[in-house]
């Protein structure tokens, strides 16, 4: 019911991105790093043009459409967060933990409908993996942080760092344009 009162229709084929964000930047020293959406998308097969988006960061959903139009961008019509703001204690952007779990789940039904799932280190993402395999299509996983150092220091201001990056790519498309 609730995919249905999101206007959610999945094309298909696709690929399940999932850019997680809202409380991967911790303070102090574990934080992990912000992806841009670009380095999702770089790992994709070149035929892939459906995406089925899941993120807890809404400025995730601005990025995909504002900097990749190309693609056929889906995801749920739910309230976000953007960037950090949630903190790694705000749950809830709805307001309504039951709200949330319901989302969950249509995001799990959805998600077997893909074959490509490129994701960061998660939980989530390891359960996304197996609702997808449980279809018992063969499943492409990848990892845009697969082989780097996961946490660290060095991550603290990747919010900041990414939404530099952003506003200048802006710039010099506005730039191109004009």
């Given amino acids: ?17 999932h850019v997680r964000r809202g409380d991967i930047v911790l303070e102090g020293k574990n934080s992990r790093r912000y992806y841009p959406i670009s380095d999702y998308l770089s790992m994709l097969p070149n035929a ?17 459409e504002d900097f990749h139009p190309e693609y056929n961008w889906m995801y749920l019509a739910k309230k976000r967060y953007r960037g ?3 903190g790694w204690k705000g749950h ?8 949330e779990v319901i989302a969950l789940m249509a995001e799990l039904e959805l998600a077997g409908q893909c074959d490509v799932l490129v994701h ?3 939980n989530f993402a390891d359960v996304l993996y197996d609702e997808m395999a449980s279809t018992g299509k063969n499943i492409t996983r990848l990892k845009v942080d697969g082989g780097k150092v996961i946490g ?27």
Avoid at 48 to 64: F, G, V
């Fill in 152 to 178: 660290g220091s060095q991550n603290v201001n990747s919010a900041e760092e990414l939404s530099d990056l952003l506003k200048a790519r802006k710039k010099h498309v506005a730039q191109i344009v004009l």
């Fill in 1 to 17: 019911k609730f995919i249905k009162q999101s206007a959610l229709h999945v094309s298909i084929p696709c690929a399940l991105l």
């Fill in 48 to 64: 892939t043009k459906n995406i089925l988006l899941y993120t807890d960061d809404a400025n995730a959903i601005d990025e995909a």
């Fill in 84 to 86: 950090k703001e949630g």
């Fill in 92 to 99: 809830f952007p709805s307001g309504d933990p039951t709200f």
């Fill in 120 to 122: 960061t280190v998660s």
